[in-house]
C-alpha cells in the first residue's frame, strides 16, 4: 500500500539481496526502514515486535532461513534455524507455517542448492500472502456492498481491533484488505478502530494506515465498542486472526473476545478475515488448546508515546511495582462468528465449513 505516494511492502528483498522491513516501533512517528542481515536479528525483529501481525511473521521467518542458508546452509543450521525462528512468538501460526513450507522445500536438497531454493521459496510466500489478502478484500467486500445497499447507500461503518492491516500482512491487510477494496468501490465507509491495549495497535497502526490512504475513521478506547454497538452505530465488525481452528474458534489480539461478545449481544455480524495458513487443522478446541503469548507486564504498567521533540516516551501509569498480567490473544469461539472471510470465498465458522471451502487441507494433522 502507498506511503506517501510511494508503494511499500511490509517486507522486500533489495535488488542487492538485502531483506528490509519497516521497522513498526516507530511507527506512526517515524518511517524507519532496516536491513535484517543474520538469523539473530530476524529473531529479534519477530520477538519484539519490529514486524509483528501473523501473516508478516511468517513471511519474515521465511526470510530469516533464507538469509542463514546463505551463510550456512547445512543440515545442522536448518534444524537450528526452525527451532530458534519457531521459538520467537508462540501464538501466530503462519510462523510455523512457513518454517514447515521452508522445511519441505529445502530438506530434500543438496546443501549447495538451498540458499538459492529458499529465497525463491520466502518470495513465493510473500507473493502468495498479498495475492490470498487480496481476494479476502474482494469477498469482503460483498458483505460491505449487501449492508451499503440495504442502508440505501448510507455509510457503512465497521469496527476493527488490533492492527490487521497492511503493515500486519506482506501487503493489503487482512481485515482491512476488505475496507480498501470498498473505498476503491465508492462504498461510503467509517471505520471505528480500537486503540487496542497494551500496545496499541489500533491506535499508532491502523489510524495510520487508515489516514495514509484517506479512510475515514475514529479512533476509540477499547471499552466504547460495546457502547457503539448498543447504539446501533457499528454495523459490522471485521477482525484479523493468528490461529483459528479446524472448527472455526478464533485467536486474535486481547480484547477480540469481548468484541465478539458485545457483537453478538446486539446482533452485529462478526466477520473474521483470514488467509488460509492461519487455519491450524491440527487444534479444534481454541481455548483449551492454543498457547496464549503472555509479555511483559511493563507493557501494562506503562505507556509509550512519543514528546514534544520526538523522543518516544515510556510513562509510568500504575504504582511502582504493580504486579500486571499481560496475556496477548484471546480465543472467540466459533458460535460467536458470523462467517470466516478467506481468500477462497466466505465461509460458516464450522468445522463442517471450513472443510467444505479447503476439502484439500481439512483433517490433515
Ligand atoms: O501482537 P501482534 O501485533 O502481532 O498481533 C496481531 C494481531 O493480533 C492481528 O490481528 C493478527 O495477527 C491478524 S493480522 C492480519
Excluded at 508503494?7 to 528483498?13: A, K
Excluded at 457503539?228 to 457499528?234: D, P, S, T, Y
Amino acid at each position: 500500500m502507498k506511503i506517501d505516494g510511494t508503494h511499500y511492502r511490509s517486507i522486500w528483498r533489495e535488488p542487492s539481496g538485502e531483506v528490509r522491513i519497516i521497522d513498526q516501533r516507530w511507527l506512526p512517528h517515524d518511517l524507519r526502514i532496516v536491513p535484517l542481515t543474520n538469523r539473530a536479528e530476524f529473531a529479534v525483529a519477530i520477538r519484539d515486535m519490529w514486524v509483528r501481525g501473523a501473516p508478516l511473521i511468517g513471511a519474515t521467518a521465511a526470510y530469516g532461513v533464507a538469509v542463514q542458508m546463505a551463510a550456512d546452509p547445512s543440515d545442522a543450521s536448518l534444524a537450528e534455524t526452525y527451532d530458534i525462528l519457531n521459538e520467537t512468538r508462540p501464538t501466530a501460526i503462519n510462523l510455523r507455517w512457513a518454517l514447515d513450507e521452508m522445511m519441505k522445500v529445502l530438506k530434500p536438497l543438496s546443501p549447495a542448492d538451498r540458499a538459492a531454493a529458499a529465497f525463491a521459496r520466502a518470495a513465493a510466500i510473500s507473493d502468495e500472502d498479498v495475492e490470498m489478502n487480496r481476494q479476502i478484500g474482494l469477498n469482503g467486500l460483498e458483505i460491505i456492498r449487501d449492508i451499503s445497499r440495504r442502508k440505501g447507500g448510507k455509510r457503512v461503518n465497521v469496527l476493527t481491533h488490533c492492527n490487521a492491516g497492511w503493515p500486519a500482512t506482506v501487503d493489503w491487510g487482512t481485515a482491512t484488505s476488505p475496507i480498501y477494496h470498498a473505498v476503491e468501490d465508492g462504498i461510503d465507509i467509517h471505520v471505528f478502530v480500537d486503540e487496542t491495549r497494551p500496545r496499541n495497535q489500533g491506535a499508532q497502526l491502523t489510524s495510520w494506515e487508515l489516514n495514509s490512504h484517506g479512510v475515514s475513521h475514529d479512533l476509540i478506547v477499547d471499552n466504547a465498542g460495546g457502547h457503539l454497538m448498543q447504539h446501533g452505530e457499528v454495523d459490522l465488525v471485521i477482525v484479523g486472526t493468528d490461529r483459528t481452528t479446524a472448527r472455526g474458534d478464533v485467536c486474535n489480539k486481547i480484547g477480540t473476545y469481548l468484541k465478539a461478545l458485545a457483537a453478538k449481544a446486539n446482533g452485529v455480524p462478526f466477520y473474521v478475515a483470514l488467509p488460509s495458513p492461519t487455519i491450524d487443522w491440527t487444534v479444534v478446541d481454541g481455548v483449551k488448546e492454543i498457547p496464549i503469548e503472555e509479555r511483559s507486564g511493563v507493557e501494562v504498567t506503562h505507556v509509550q508515546g512519543r514528546s514534544e521533540d520526538g523522543r518516544i516516551l515510556s510513562v509510568q501509569i500504575s504504582p511502582t511495582g504493580t504486579p500486571a498480567r499481560n496475556p496477548a490473544f484471546d480465543v472467540t469461539p466459533a458460535e460467536l462468528v458470523t462467517g470466516l472471510i478467506t481468500e477462497r470465498g466466505i465461509c460458516p465458522a464450522t468445522t463442517e465449513g471450513l472443510a467444505a471451502m479447503f476439502p484439500d487441507r481439512a483433517g490433515r494433522r
